[in-house]
């Protein structure tokens, strides 16, 4: 804008000055006049330079484009054109207000160092240069007065005097490892008029390992960094202890060590490898070295016990005395027996116990280095027998335990008759193996099964019949076999004679038969049930329990009976008239009245028999209060006495295993199941 105003300016004076320049030609030299202006101040208008009020119109040009900025004294020519023609001035700038300065009071660290602008502050127009008239000592702890000079461009100076504290500390701390971060700060709060915030910083440094770190914390608001050297110079201490060892074992370095103390991370090594060969007492030689490198020698002692560390034992070549006294070679050292009372190859770890209570461990290698030894034996069976591979071995021996498999799995062929040759291989727990080679003899099976059980059978009209309870067949091969029952020609709902076979056939398919005779009778029961309802009217009273009632029946037949043989199993109603009439008679004539006693007090009830062929026995199971028991009223044996009444499988199985073998043998399948 001001130029161009002078520009506009100047135009108009051309014009004006071309027709005055021939009449009025004034000695312009001295047209223009210098000026002295104060820095900082405004550049002059061209007008202010002329010595003639009328020649202002007809000055132009520019005032000294390169001064624009007055901040910088001196004498600057400055040329203007007086109606087109250049004429030359002077304009001085000029310096001669003195700066101002404002000291600013400082504190500082011993050996930190403050730039000499911190002090002041420092306001001129022209560019100020400052120095110390009494500069600061940084190194003098306290506080001294710091003077400063400040110049101008013109020349003008100004001094401050600036008040300086110079903290008794320095930035550069050294510490012991494990000082603590509380410890390491306390003496800057302490040394220092202001707020240290240091607890951020603290979780950042670490005090237990040598080495230097920067740490920054905050000082009234400003960040300084501290330069944190920690140092270890200070050798481990270690309270060392005795240490048992068992010959050619070892132990490490920190065993010997009850306790370490060091600020940093301690190494631990035996300063010469121990030698623990031989039995007896030994010393030990460690060295302790912390992270900075400081090392403390220590002497130790090893109880080195004549026992081995690891030994290997051939199974077989030891006794459980011999064994203990070769572990322990004499020492007095627990070992708990059971961990040596079942050795089997392989390696063990065992615990000896010392007297002061130390365990120590030691590694046995139980081997088993050498094959069984044994001898085959031939064998000869019925076809379909079978045999496991150890019946073909007469006799076999070894150090560990033996299996005994059959070479390759290859299981001989039993259903082969005639002569094989089978190879049976022992291997014993290290895995050595005996094969050997025996002789199998099938022999054909010639011999039927034999059936027990099957006899005739009398039943009474609207009575059932289970023909195949009580029956069994056994054979010289197979054992158990089944027994199929053809009972087709029966017709029960009428009155005859009737052919029932029972066939029982082995593998080898020898077939036994037998052919039994099933009776259909109609039974005049009226006379029959007339003597049971007359002996039950005489012992049966009203509000009787079930189990009394029983009881009175079972009461009665034991009472009046007296046992003698009775050939006929086959017709309980013929027995029971025979019974009744006589007051004696069979276990049979026994159970029969049982029955028609029960049946007619309105008991249910069930025949039961002994499975063990040719060795018969009958008695009854009765429910009572809805359970089933078994109740046997026939006398046993004087030595063995039993009262059989109510009793459970339990019991009477009791009675068998306990008394007389298979009293009570019957197969628990064809019965209900007693509480
Ligand atoms: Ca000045
Ligand atoms: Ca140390
Ligand atoms: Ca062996
Ligand atoms: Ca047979």
Not at 540 to 551: H, I, N, S, W
Not at 632 to 640: L, M, R, S, V, W
């Amino acid at each position: 804008m001001y130029m161009k105003k002078i520009l506009r300016f100047v135009l108009l004076l051309l014009g004006s000055l071309l027709l005055l320049s021939a009449a009025a030609m004034v000695p312009l030299m001295t047209a223009l006049k210098p000026l002295t202006i104060e820095a900082g101040e405004s550049l002059p208008e061209p007008a202010a330079f002329s010595r003639f009020p009328f020649l202002t119109f007809a000055l132009d040009g520019e005032v000294a484009p390169q001064i624009a900025d007055t901040s910088v004294p001196g004498e600057y020519e400055i040329t203007l054109r007086v109606m087109g023609i250049p004429y030359q001035t002077v304009l001085t700038i000029s310096d001669t207000v003195s700066p101002a300065v404002e000291a600013v009071a400082r504190s500082c660290f011993l050996g930190e160092e403050l730039e000499i602008g911190d002090f002041v502050r420092v306001k001129d127009v022209t560019q100020t240069t400052l120095s110390y008239v009494f500069p600061p000592d940084f190194s003098l702890p306290g506080e001294q007065i710091v003077e400063i000079c400040a110049v101008d461009l013109g020349g003008n100076q100004t001094l401050a005097e600036v008040p300086l504290t110079v903290w008794g500390i320095s930035l550069d701390v050294t510490v012991e490892a494990g000082t603590s971060p509380e410890d390491v700060f306390a003496q800057i709060v302490d040394a220092v008029a202001g707020d240290v915030i240091w607890e951020d910083a603290a979780e950042q440094f670490d005090l237990h390992q040598p080495g230097e770190q920067d740490v920054p914390f905050l000082l009234d608001g400003r960040e300084v960094v501290m330069h944190l050297t920690v140092v270890d110079t200070v050798a481990p201490h270690a309270t060392v202890q005795m240490v048992s060892v068992l010959r050619g074992g070892s132990a490490e370095p920190t065993d010997f060590l009850r306790s370490i103390h060091d600020m940093t991370d301690v190494t631990v090594s035996f300063a010469e490898l121990p030698d623990f060969s031989n039995p007896g007492l030994k010393t030990v030689h460690l060295r302790l070295t912390d992270a900075a490198g400081n090392v403390t020698e220590l002497s130790a002692s090893a109880r080195v016990y004549a026992a081995p560390a690891v030994c290997t034992l051939e199974m077989g070549t030891f006794t459980p005395e011999s064994l203990r006294e070769f572990l322990l070679c004499g020492e007095k050292l627990t070992l708990d027996d059971t961990q040596i009372a079942h050795p089997t190859p392989g390696e063990v770890k065992l615990s000896l116990i010392t007297p002061r209570g130390e365990e120590l461990m030691q590694t046995v290698i139980f081997t088993d280095s050498y094959p069984p030894v044994g001898r085959p034996q031939n064998r000869t069976v019925y076809f379909g027998e079978t045999l496991e591979a150890r019946a073909f071995v007469a006799y076999a021996a070894d150090s560990t335990s033996l299996t005994m498999t059959y070479t390759d799995g290859n299981i001989p062929d039993f259903e082969e008759v005639g002569a094989h040759s089978v190879s049976v291989t022992l291997t014993d727990m290290g895995g050595n193996t005996l094969e050997l080679t025996a002789q199998l003899t099938v022999l054909p099976d010639t011999e039927p099964p034999v059936i027990y059980g099957a006899e005739n059978k009398v039943i009474y009209l609207g009575e059932t019949v289970s023909y195949l309870r009580g029956v069994s067949a056994w054979d010289n091969c197979d054992q158990s076999v089944e027994v199929k029952v053809d009972s087709s020609k029966v017709r029960i709902r009428q009155v005859g004679e009737y052919s029932v076979t029972y066939t029982a056939t082995d593998r080898s398919g020898n077939v036994a038969e037998k052919t039994v005779t099933l009776s259909v009778r109609e039974a005049n029961f009226d006379s029959l049930n007339a003597i049971a309802d007359e002996i039950l009217q005489s012992i049966l009273r009203d509000g009787m329990t079930e189990v009394q009632r029983a009881r009175a029946i079972y009461d009665w037949v034991e009472a009046n009976m007296s046992y003698t043989a009775y050939a006929d199993k086959t017709d309980y109603v013929a027995a029971a008239f025979y019974g009744f009439r006589n007051k004696r008679g069979d276990c049979f004539v026994y159970y029969a009245m049982s029955r028609v006693l029960l049946t007619r007090a309105g008991f249910e009830n069930l025949e039961i028999q002994r499975n063990i062929p040719n060795k018969p026995h009958f008695w009854n199971l009765v429910k009572v209060d809805g359970n089933w028991y078994h109740f046997d009223t026939c006398p046993h044996y004087a030595a063995h006495p039993l009262d059989a009444f109510l009793l459970t499988d339990r019991e009477v199985r009791e009675y068998s295993e306990n008394h007389v073998a298979d009293y009570y043998s019957f197969d628990a399948s064809l019965y209900p199941a007693t509480p």
